[in-house]
T-cell receptor, first 111, second 110 residues
Framework: NAGVTQTPKFQVLKTGQSMTLQCAQD?????MYWYRQDPGMGLRLIYYSASEGTTDKGEVPNGYNVSRLNKREFSLRLESAAPSQTSVYFC??????????FGQGTRLTVV | ELKVEQNPLFLSMQEGKNYTIYCNYS?????LYWYRQDPGKSLESLFV?????AVKQEGRLMASLDTKARLSTLHITAAVHDLSATYFCAVDITGNQFYFGTGTSLTVIP
């Protein structure tokens, strides 16, 4: 049972490049999330998806887009990366009211 | 705007001592979660608190929830080095959004 799987684990981008972070869960959870973690700021919600076919903005959605491809997969896209998007990105999934389960994270650096 | 505040942000304590981490939140919720994160790692679930007065214990950690005061506590008893980590509380507002506190970085000194 893999849980929540994120790819890639590490990525370096140049300013203006685009990329997609992939996330898949095998726990049959309805809800999926994308967070970013920056030093001293905890985790901030970027986007979430309450169910297949729906997505909603979180606290810090600017500069990002998401796709809930199916129940298992939720991707995060950076169309034009900026240095301010250097962060660690976590994908998570949950089935209310249980807790959210997190992937291993993607460490992204934008130079 | 929802605020989830933890204090202290940094905690250095000696092995064998007791201490409490506090998590205050600014809106109504009866669901609160505690997570642990080791450096460079993902988040690991510790406790799920789903009602007012809920208390959960696992080893040297005990968590409680007071929804009327909008306060949760994580109590550490007789700390050991292995408990060194960052601890986060998270509040579930709508069932689809987990809002996290800024974390408490705990260092247990031998």
């Amino acid at each position: 049972n893999a849980g929540v799987t994120q790819t890639p684990k590490f990525q370096v981008l140049k300013t203006g490049q685009s990329m997609t972070l992939q996330c898949a869960q095998d726990m049959n959870h309805n809800s999926m999330y994308w967070y970013r973690q920056d030093p001293g700021m905890g985790l901030r919600l970027i986007y979430y998806s309450a169910s297949e076919g729906t997505t909603d903005k979180g606290e810090v959605p600017n500069g990002y887009n998401v796709s809930r491809l199916n129940k298992r997969e939720f991707s995060l896209r950076l169309e034009s990366a900026a240095p301010s998007q250097t962060s660690v990105y976590f994908c998570a999934s949950s089935l209310r009211p249980i807790e959210a389960f997190f992937g291993q994270g993607t460490r992204l650096t934008v130079v | 705007e929802l605020k989830v505040e933890q204090n202290p942000l940094f905690l250095s304590m000696q092995e064998g001592k007791n201490y409490t981490i506090y998590c205050n939140y600014s809106t109504t919720s009866d669901r609160l979660y505690w997570y642990r994160q080791d450096p460079g790692k993902s988040l690991e679930s510790l406790f799920v608190l789903l009602s007012n007065g809920a208390v959960k214990q696992e080893g040297r950690l005990m968590a409680s929830l007071d929804t009327k005061a909008r306060l949760s506590t994580l109590h550490i008893t007789a700390a050991v080095h292995d408990l060194s980590a960052t601890y986060f509380c998270a509040v579930d507002i709508t069932g689809n959004q987990f809002y996290f506190g800024t974390g408490t970085s705990l260092t247990v000194i031998p």
